[in-house]
């Protein structure tokens, strides 16, 4: 058979349907092939390449239509290039005729014989042809949303991955076929805080594998953050009760105290990382508990919304309620709580008030620093410096 291999001429496509290594296979195997001239150089492909592999080089594009049997492309085939097409021709190429009638028309008076890559589906019913062009496609997608998250593009000025001190921009994938794993897959190597939202818990799983733990995996559902903090009333109604009155002002007293009530019937996945944040201490607090447990309970605020959350504990503290938190953000620490255990080697080596613990020697010890409290005029609490020991 006699394949020929035209230049793309659609406009800001620079790819080529066949390599020199595609060459090389159908020679081998008794086929005769035609590339035009400059076929390959928009992939940096010179002519010389296919010439070594066994093809010969045709000057145009009328001369490669004019001799092959099968024409190879990229993209589909543009008006002038349809005008070319014979019904002795078998076209092979990207076509995706859904928003183009008139192609579709032209194709069909061609006579042609057409074959879409994208149609050509293998014994397990996979798309073998356009996955390659979806894993493209998401792996772009990643790349230019961060490129236009910067501020001389009109962006918000945010870096995907973060940097040391700041928290990791959130990226939310909806779906999880081929397009949003390679989405995914950048996103990750970007170091930002990712989601996939899918609703196959068969693909979840499989993407969790795949993503070994580096991203988050989410059943995609109408979930909103008032539905997250009702959740917390699960150990007063029971699986099967519905909310009474007592539970809903529980939720929008929750929903209140932590400043999220205005995300009330805003979806999850809508939602930064502080607002997750703040909606996960809303469920805390919806449920009552006389002790709340919490791991670095600011991590991803920001300075308004870490204020907010610790006079948000200082009102539930004066309740009844016993807080107890893990802070590394000693100063932090310090202003806030009335009691202060310090950890180090697996034992707790020495606790009581904030200002008293943070003078020991043990405290110094544990972090290998030099403490130095400074009163503050105002203030009950020294501002602390913190300074390697020599």
């Not at 196959?200 to 903090?229: K, M, N, P, Q």
Request: hydrophobic share 45%.
């Amino acid at each position: 058979m006699k394949v020929g291999v035209p230049t793309e001429i659609k406009t800001d496509e620079y790819r080529v349907s066949l390599t020199p290594a595609g060459v090389r296979e159908l020679v081998e195997h008794g086929h005769d092939v035609i590339i035009q001239s400059g076929a390959g150089v928009g992939s940096t492909i010179p002519d010389e390449e296919y010439t070594a592999q066994g093809a010969r080089i045709a000057p145009d594009a009328e001369s490669v239509f004019e001799e092959a049997e099968m024409v190879l492309g990229v993209k589909e085939p543009q008006p002038q290039e349809v005008a070319m097409l014979r019904p002795d021709h078998l076209l092979f190429t990207y076509l995706h005729l859904a928003p183009a009638p008139d192609l579709t028309k032209g194709l069909v008076e061609s006579g042609a014989t057409c074959v879409a890559y994208e149609t050509v589906v293998d014994d397990q019913g996979r798309l073998p042809l356009l996955a390659p062009m979806s894993e493209v496609a998401g792996k772009i997608a990643t790349q230019a949303g961060a490129f236009f998250l910067e501020r001389p593009l009109g962006g918000r000025g945010v870096l995907l991955g973060g940097v040391p001190g700041v928290a990791a921009a959130t990226v939310m994938i909806i779906g999880g076929g081929v397009v949003g794993q390679n989405a995914a897959f950048i996103a990750i190597g970007m170091e930002a805080d990712v989601f996939v939202y899918d609703r196959s818990i068969d693909r979840l799983r499989e993407l969790d594998v795949a993503f070994g733990g580096r991203a988050s995996t989410v059943y995609s559902s109408t979930l909103a953050v008032e539905d997250r903090v009702a959740l917390g009333r699960y150990p007063h109604r029971g699986p099967f009760r519905p909310l009474l009155d007592e539970d809903k002002a529980a939720v929008q007293l929750a929903l209140e105290r932590t400043g999220i009530a205005p995300l009330a019937r805003r979806w999850l996945g809508t939602l930064s990382a502080g607002e997750r944040q703040l909606a996960t201490l809303a469920r805390g607090l919806a449920q009552e508990p006389r002790v709340l447990l919490l791991d670095e309970p600011a991590a991803h605020l920001d300075i308004g919304h870490q204020l907010r959350l610790f006079r948000v504990l200082d009102e539930v503290r004066v309740t009844g309620v016993a807080v107890l938190a893990v802070v590394h953000d000693l100063q932090r620490a310090a202003a806030w709580a009335q009691r202060m255990v310090l950890l180090a080697d697996g034992r707790v080596a020495t606790d009581g008030p904030p200002d008293a613990v943070l003078a020991s020697e043990e405290c110094a010890r544990a972090f290998d620093v030099a403490i130095r409290g400074h009163a503050v005029p105002g203030s009950p609490h020294p501002l602390y410096n913190f300074e390697e020991r020599p």
